[in-house]
């Protein structure tokens, strides 16, 4: 398995459709730079009929979504991603957003065939300061390395989060 590089990366998402949109003004050397989504997910009452833990919340381009000291939300990537069958990526938080109290949960890693938006799970670690997330902004960074093999199942037949957009909340 071998990572690759701002080159491999651009002619994968030029031919193959690999990030839309691209903008090669995110591409770094063996990773790309992704955005933030406009679709925010936040834990909510749980009442009515159908009991729903999270309240979804759509910020427009020029406003911001406060994420308050220990609050935890579901959001997503702007870019739409689509792995080819030998590529597998891992999304890793940028470490600007870490340095101001921004936690990404761990859940980074995109199968061989996954096709969609990324979905994130973000807590605010900082005590008494909230944080501001304007879609848009960047978040994190996509790495992608090419397998040596080819997985028989990829993730278009085995994945329950294949083409969604937006934060999306467990499937179970």
């Not at 910020?59 to 702007?78: I, N, Q």
């Not at 870019?79 to 597998?88: I, K």
């Not at 397998?147 to 083409?163: A, C, F, K, Q």
Request: glycine share 8%; hydrophobic share 35%; proline share 6%.
């Amino acid at each position: 398995m071998s990572s690759l590089v701002d080159f491999q990366i651009r002619e994968l998402s030029r031919k193959k459709g690999l990030i839309e949109p691209f903008d090669s003004d995110q591409l770094c050397p063996a990773s790309y730079d992704v955005r933030l989504g406009n679709m925010f997910k936040a834990e909510g009452r749980i009442c009515g009929p159908q009991p729903s833990r999270w309240n979804e919340v759509i910020v427009k381009d020029d406003e911001e979504f406060e994420l308050y000291p220990g609050r935890f939300v579901l959001a997503h990537t702007f870019e739409y991603v689509r792995l080819p069958n030998n590529t597998e990526a891992q999304f890793q938080l940028k470490s600007s957003r870490a340095r101001e109290g921004i936690q990404h949960l761990f859940a980074g890693f995109l199968d061989p065939g996954f096709h969609g938006q990324v979905t994130l799970e973000l807590k605010n670690v900082n005590m008494r300061h909230s944080i501001y997330l304007k879609p848009g902004m960047l978040i994190g960074q996509l790495r992608f390395a090419k397998l040596e093999e080819t997985p028989i199942r990829p993730y278009s037949v085995t994945g329950r989060y294949m083409n969604d957009y937006g934060a999306v909340e467990s499937k179970g």
